[in-house]
């Protein structure tokens, strides 16, 4: 059997009301508000939540690829999937692959992940899909795409949705685009859109599936798919193939809070099905984007022992709105800001960060096989890699030590209004890990009157930095999300 | 330890440029104008100079940063580079070349021109990976008074309060000082009221970032009277580095400094002081922020661990007080170009024992402290030194 064994998702914290877009430039605002990723976070950054979600309860060893799927990728040319397979622990002799330019990625990801289990090039995949897409300022497209990412773990064992089989559909038309030197996203006239492709791939696809299976609307519990720019628009299409609106995922919700999420939304759907899924029950899964991807799924026993997961649910209710648009500019960098007076912070050392790739990418510290302590260090003059342990003096005697998955207490924390910062104050916590270590962080994702000594913390994947366009991801904490 | 530096060396002569937001001064402007006050001072002349010890961190580059402003013709220099405490470490070093016997007459110089980057705040604090968490000097001892307020149980407004009383003596005495970059007087209110850098800290409670430079003569205490009767003699001079574990492990408790303890009570043993805030007359610490000069006066045994408000209530550490601390202004308003702060430091102590302190002089002092501190509280490096008749 072979399918999903665990699912995770991820909606940035911070959401921004639509009206206060309409606050901004005047005309309409869409009702609700969109998920917006925070200063620190990217495609990659929120990816690597989904996939710590997904993951939280499974050894990263089993782990034989991993598929990043997005249509906002920071590089043209270079992996992100081999930061992440850093940052998730996976292990070296596994394939990465980012699947992009597409806004059916995510589910392209999936067939190509099902395949190579299916051909035993890997008993386990991950997929993950995310996406920040950005429409120029004053649009209604900018108030109706949202920030978040999903993931999906595919394998043999402990499956618990089969999928049953797969079918898709590759049709060309420049729906949405964006060239090679686009920021924002680029749209066709909508209503030839619908038409002519949503409301004709969609169909094509999940008929041609259901045909291929032997199976009818019926048959299916919970039908997931992705709406078009215009949310009404999926109803229609699901009432015209038969389905009655009980079966439907109703996208209303996410789009109402969280927005459209680019290659990430039918995943996204499809998680927040599986969190309310019964064994037995069938589902239906469908991405569109030049064509589209269809796949029918048999829930089974197993979900019923997949262990907690933040997943949809809980990200959605965990959330801080954002007092105005203008941090929205600040943080997607849309427009120029004057730069605080401080000194330069000088270039990246692409072999500094090679070097600690493992300690910073995936917050490995070591324990001292001696003395038996925790350790992790960062920030010193000449501090890292640690050779000698600092509190029995051992030499080399260390066993690795993960330090991403540890919770911690806020020893000391400072508020600093001089340190330039999208969000200011830059908020500095020393905190003390879960049995032993300590280490100072940034602290992201916090209402600043909040923090305090004493206050529960946990790690979470940030970029830090960016010169000459590399990203430097890292590690923050937090305050415990949900 | 084997030896001792007490009374076998003694400083002859010492100069101090005006600390400040110097636009109008390069660094060899600052270099010549304290090099030649000591010079007079001590009554030589360039040419009896034998070596150099130059403590810079950002303006300087070897021994030539000091031989050419001031064309030292062929004499040794060697440039100590030890974070806050470099002006502090090339006295050490030059004091040490002497007692060894090998010079007779030695220039200990520390400079530091940091107005020349447009931008506030110093240069290079990035880590090489430029990963690492971003706080600012300010927000890392910003981080020790959360934690000092928290453990002793203050209030925000009784903590800062506190530190609020430390920046007005600061400012009252700087306000005496010809020299001094900030020469304002300051109230507790305006204090409390002034913007925050890095929560709890204020402006007031950050020291001035300045330019500056300062120099000692130094030779062999059984030397020093052929060149002025009033020599001040170095008791001790120690220097503690940090391992930096209080960052990684959690036994620090960041309402002390462990560095700065343990440099004062080496300090203490080699002058043979049993009763430090008996004995010693004066203090110049290093008050980068308000909050460092609270935690230094525990660490010195000026006041017991938790209770240096009761101190500070007093009065004890006003010019006036049983010990005064930073009768310059301290680095809060003398200013503080780093590798000048601690020759700064002496050369007010030098003041003070000869006398000559002006407005600021307080009454027959005997022995004075200075402490130099470098980086941060996390991981610094402390120095302490003595000085006497």
């Given at each position: 059997m072979i399918g999903i064994t665990s699912y995770g998702a991820y909606i940035p914290w911070h959401r921004l009301d639509r009206q206060l877009f309409a606050k901004a430039w005047g005309g309409f605002a869409?009702?609700?508000?969109?998920?917006?990723?925070?200063?620190?976070?990217?495609?990659?950054?929120?990816?690597?939540?989904?996939?710590?979600?997904?993951?939280?309860?499974?050894?990263p060893n089993v782990v034989d690829g991993l598929l990043f799927a997005t249509t906002t990728s920071p590089y043209k040319e270079k992996l992100c999937s081999t930061i992440m397979a850093l940052a998730l622990h996976l292990r070296r002799d596994i394939q990465t692959a980012d699947i992009t330019g597409s806004l059916r990625s995510g589910t392209s990801a999936l067939v190509f992940a099902l395949d190579a289990i299916r051909a035993k090039r890997a008993n386990s995949m991950l997929v993950t899909a995310s996406d920040t897409r950005m429409a120029a300022p004053s649009g209604i497209t900018e108030q109706s795409l949202g920030d978040g990412a999903a993931a999906l773990l595919l394998g043999n064992k402990n499956v618990i949705a089969e999928v049953i089989d797969t079918y898709s559909i590759s049709d060309e038309l420049a729906a949405t685009w964006r060239c090679e030197t686009d920021t924002f996203v680029r749209s066709w006239e909508d209503r030839m859109v619908m038409d002519e492709s949503y409301a004709k791939v969609m169909p094509e696809a999940i008929s041609g599936l259901m045909r291929k299976c032997g199976l009818s609307p019926k048959d299916f519990a919970r039908v997931v798919f992705d709406p078009p720019g215009d949310i009404r628009r999926h109803g229609r299409v699901a009432a015209e193939l038969g389905f009655e609106p009980s079966q439907l995922l109703d996208p209303t919700t996410i789009f109402m809070n969280v927005g459209l999420m680019g290659s990430a939304m039918s995943l996204t759907m499809l998680v927040n099905a599986l969190e309310q899924a019964q064994p037995g029950e069938k589902v239906l899964l469908a991405g569109y984007g030049n064509g589209a991807d269809a796949f029918a799924l048999q829930v089974t026993d197993a979900i019923k022992k997949l262990g907690e997961r933040r997943g949809f649910t809980k990200h959605l209710q965990s959330k801080c709105m954002m007092s105005n648009y203008n941090d929205y500019l600040r943080w997607r960098e849309i427009v120029p800001l004057d730069q605080a007076r401080r000194p330069d912070r000088g270039h990246i050392s692409v072999a500094a960060n090679w070097r600690q790739r493992k300690d910073l990418l995936g917050l490995w510290g070591i324990k001292c096989r001696r003395c038996k302590t925790p350790q992790y260090d960062n920030g010193g003059i000449t501090t890292t890699p640690i050779r000698v342990c600092a509190v029995c003096g051992a030499v080399d005697?260390?066993?690795?030590?993960?330090?991403?998955?540890?919770?911690?207490?806020?020893?000391?924390?400072?508020?600093?209004?001089?340190?330039?910062?999208a969000d200011p104050p830059c908020s500095v916590v020393l905190i003390d890990f879960e049995d032993g270590g300590r280490m100072l962080f940034d602290l992201t994702d916090r209402n600043p009157d909040e923090v305090q000594v004493g206050m529960k913390v946990e790690m979470t994947f940030r970029k830090v930095y960016f010169d000459r366009g590399i990203t430097n991801y890292y590690w923050k904490a937090r305050p415990i999300r949900c | 330890m084997s030896g001792s530096i007490k009374d076998r060396v003694a400083i002859i002569g010492m100069g101090c440029t005006r600390f400040g937001e110097l636009w109008r001064k390069g660094p060899s402007d600052l270099i010549v104008e304290a090099v030649?006050?000591?010079?007079?001072?001590?009554?030589?002349?360039?040419?009896d100079i034998e070596a150099a010890w130059a403590g810079s961190i950002f303006s300087g580059h070897g021994g030539r940063s000091v031989s050419e402003p001031l064309r030292l013709k062929y004499i040794p220099i060697t440039h100590v580079v030890n974070a806050c405490a470099s002006g502090h470490d090339a006295v050490r070093n030059a004091s040490y070349a002497v007692a060894a016997g090998i010079y007779n007459i030695v220039l200990a110089v520390g400079f530091e021109k940091l107005k020349d980057e447009g931008t506030s705040g110093l240069p290079g604090m990035d880590n090489l990976t430029h990963t690492h968490a971003v706080a600012t000097m300010p927000g890392m001892f910003a981080m020790m008074a959360t934690k000092y307020f928290h453990r002793y149980g203050l209030t925000p407004q009784d903590g800062k309060t506190m530190l609020a009383k430390i920046s007005v003596k600061s400012h009252y005495n700087g306000s005496l000082n010809p020299k001094a970059h900030l020469r304002n007087l300051?109230?507790?209110?305006?204090?409390?009221?002034?913007?925050?850098?890095?929560?709890?800290?204020?402006?007031?409670?950050?020291?001035?970032?300045?330019?500056?430079?300062?120099?000692?003569?130094?030779?062999?205490?059984?030397?020093?009277?052929?060149?002025?009767?009033?020599?001040?003699?170095?008791?001790?001079?120690?220097?503690?580095?940090?391992?930096?574990?209080?960052?990684?492990?959690?036994?620090?408790?960041?309402?002390?400094?462990?560095?700065?303890?343990?440099?004062?009570?080496?300090?203490y043993a080699e002058a043979g002081i049993k009763n430090p805030r008996k004995e010693i007359s004066m203090a110049e610490v290093h008050d980068c922020f308000s909050i460092t000069e609270a935690v230094t006066m525990e660490d010195l045994q000026f006041s017991p661990r938790g209770r240096v408000k009761e101190d500070i209530d007093a009065g004890t550490f006003e010019l006036t007080g049983a010990l005064p601390v930073q009768p310059d202004g301290g680095l809060k308003c003398f200013g503080h170009p780093i590798g000048a702060s601690g020759i700064r430091m002496l050369y007010e102590l030098y003041l003070q024992l000869q006398g000559r302190a002006g407005k600021r002089q307080i009454n027959n002092p005997k022995l004075g402290l200075a402490h130099n501190m470098g980086h941060e509280p996390l991981a610094p490096t402390v120095s302490v030194c003595i000085v006497g008749l």
């Open positions: 869409i009702p609700g508000e969109r998920a917006v990723a925070s200063y620190d976070e990217d495609s990659v950054t929120l990816a690597v939540e989904a996939a710590r979600d997904c993951l939280s309860d499974i050894d005697d260390f066993d690795d030590y993960d330090f991403s998955r540890k919770k911690a207490t806020v020893f000391s924390y400072t508020q600093d209004q001089l340190a330039p910062a | 030649n006050e000591a010079l007079a001072d001590a009554g030589i002349e360039v040419k300051l109230t507790v209110e305006r204090v409390l009221n002034a913007p925050i850098i890095a929560w709890p800290l204020g402006l007031f409670d950050c020291c001035g970032v300045s330019d500056g430079g300062a120099a000692a003569i130094i030779t062999r205490a059984d030397l020093a009277k052929k060149f002025r009767k009033d020599p001040i003699y170095i008791k001790a001079l120690q220097i503690c580095t940090s391992p930096t574990s209080g960052r990684i492990t959690t036994e620090y408790d960041l309402t002390h400094v462990e560095e700065g303890y343990r440099a004062g009570q080496a300090a």
